[in-house]
């Protein structure tokens, strides 16, 4: 074969075999990855409830149909029960069920389809205010712990305002309380609350602003998810306060406001202090004085009485005491070094026996035991030698001291006779006639003239 010969097969590319679960992975995760969560409309078709929980449907328009699976822990949360030819909106993600290849939506949310409009244009202004900081938690304002006075912005004649007022009045009756009428629900409801909010900025009367209202439809509440109110609460340079609806209602008002309570009653526990807790923080901080100051005084008793101590301790007895105890407590110290050291040394004399006993024969331990026994007597014995003889030395020594001595020779009646500038005289020549000497005795000394030099 030459250089000019080639194989067709040389210019196929390389097979690769896929097997049917592989593909659908790669499938599944290209789809998932590519899409969002969307939000789609339709009528609900073939739906079935099997004892799992599950959700299994189809949803159609004019022209077309999708699979559908809404699972367990979703559909538990939805405030109506879905039924063959309901129109609904349904939140979902894309996905591919693998066991029979079929492209499908996973719902995450659903409601029917008359909110739709509504809840689509809740989404848009919510994003759309996101996205420009409105719902930034640093372009929020803190709520006052004690306000002056708090400006309330409700219906005069709605739930809301019993319910707040009921709650101010049990926990802290003293707070003054303005109320800024406004419709909350109706097409110039958010206008109306908008224009309580200029008021309320210009009459400075409060320190802090609570819009609220009861709960009721995604309808109902619209007045609180409008731009306009949105808008107003953020450039509000009063702290604003949302209560909008039950626990579960989210409103655009809660998401740009200050401070979001669950309900109305809640916003009020939040706002005003608590007149028992008041009370128990200024009995407390009462009774914190008044132990303070009888600390102080009990410190100042104790210092008075160290400086007694202190006083009494400089005594010069008191200092001799002392001393004389710290003498004994170095005896007894120097006494427990030493047995500690004779202890140590007896300890380590086990270990080794220990160490011998587990490495050595039983013969050579016995000789080594035996050896130990001999070298400990033996130096018992040198102590005891050693000791005996120093003492014996110390007693000879102590007779020839006395023997030479001349105190020893002076109480035998001799006397020592010594010039003024203590020179002993030996010898008669050393002194003259008339000269003054000094005789010393054992006990004392006498003063001398010498009267004859012969």
């Not at 097997?19 to 073939?46: K, Y």
């Not at 923080?281 to 100042?300: E, F």
């Not at 300890?347 to 000789?367: A, C, D, I, V």
């Amino acid at each position: 074969m030459n250089e000019f010969d080639w194989d067709q097969n040389d210019l196929v590319p390389q097979k690769e075999v896929y097997s049917i679960s592989r593909l659908n992975s790669e499938v599944r995760a290209l789809l998932e990855g590519s899409f969002p969560l969307l939000w789609v409309e339709g009528e609900i078709s073939n739906l079935a409830r099997p004892s799992s929980g599950h959700l299994y449907f189809s949803l159609k328009d004019s022209k077309a149909q999708v699979r559908c699976a809404m699972f367990r822990n979703r559909n538990q949360l939805l405030r109506f029960r879905p039924d063959n030819g309901m129109q609904v909106l349904v939140r979902a993600r894309v996905g591919l069920y693998e066991g029979r290849g079929e492209f499908q939506l996973v719902a995450e949310h659903m409601e029917e389809s008359g909110d739709g409009a509504l809840r689509r244009a809740y989404e848009e202004l919510k994003l759309q205010l996101q996205n420009e900081g409105l719902f930034d938690s640093d372009a929020k304002k803190p709520v006052p712990t004690l306000p002056k006075a708090i400006g309330i912005i409700t219906s005069p004649s709605g739930a809301a305002i019993r319910d707040v007022l009921t709650v101010l009045k049990r926990r802290f009756p003293a707070l003054p309380v303005i109320i800024y009428p406004s419709a909350v629900q109706g097409e110039n409801a958010a206008r109306e609350m908008v224009d309580m909010i200029h008021l309320a900025q210009q009459r400075q009367e409060c320190d802090v602003l609570l819009i609220t209202r009861g709960g009721g439809s995604l309808e109902d509440l619209w007045a609180f998810n409008e731009e306009i109110l949105a808008r107003a609460i953020h450039e509000c340079q009063l702290p604003v306060v949302s209560a909008v609806g039950h626990e579960i209602d989210f409103t655009i008002a809660d998401f740009v406001a200050d401070y979001r309570a669950p309900t109305p009653s809640a916003a009020a526990e939040h706002l005003s202090p608590d007149q028992g807790e008041w009370l128990d923080m200024l009995r407390q901080t009462s009774n914190s004085l008044t132990k303070s100051w009888q600390h102080h005084l009990q410190q100042s008793r104790q210092e008075l009485q160290h400086l007694n101590t202190r006083l009494l301790q400089q005594h010069p007895g008191t200092r001799l005491k002392q001393w004389s105890q710290r003498i004994d407590d170095m005896e007894l110290r120097y006494q427990l070094s030493i047995q500690h050291y004779l202890d140590n040394n007896r300890l380590q004399l086990e270990k080794s026996r220990g160490r011998l006993l587990q490495h050595s024969p039983l013969n050579r331990l016995t000789q080594f035991q035996q050896r130990q026994e001999q070298l400990w007597h033996r130096l018992q014995q040198g102590i005891h030698k050693k000791i005996s003889e120093t003492r014996q030395s110390l007693t000879s020594l102590s007779r020839a001291l006395d023997t030479i001595s001349p105190l020893a020779t002076l109480d035998r009646g001799y006397s020592i006779l010594q010039k003024e500038d203590n020179t002993v005289i030996r010898q008669q020549k050393q002194v003259k006639q008339g000269e003054q000497i000094v005789a010393r005795l054992a006990k004392g000394k006498l003063k001398l003239r010498v009267e004859e030099n012969n």
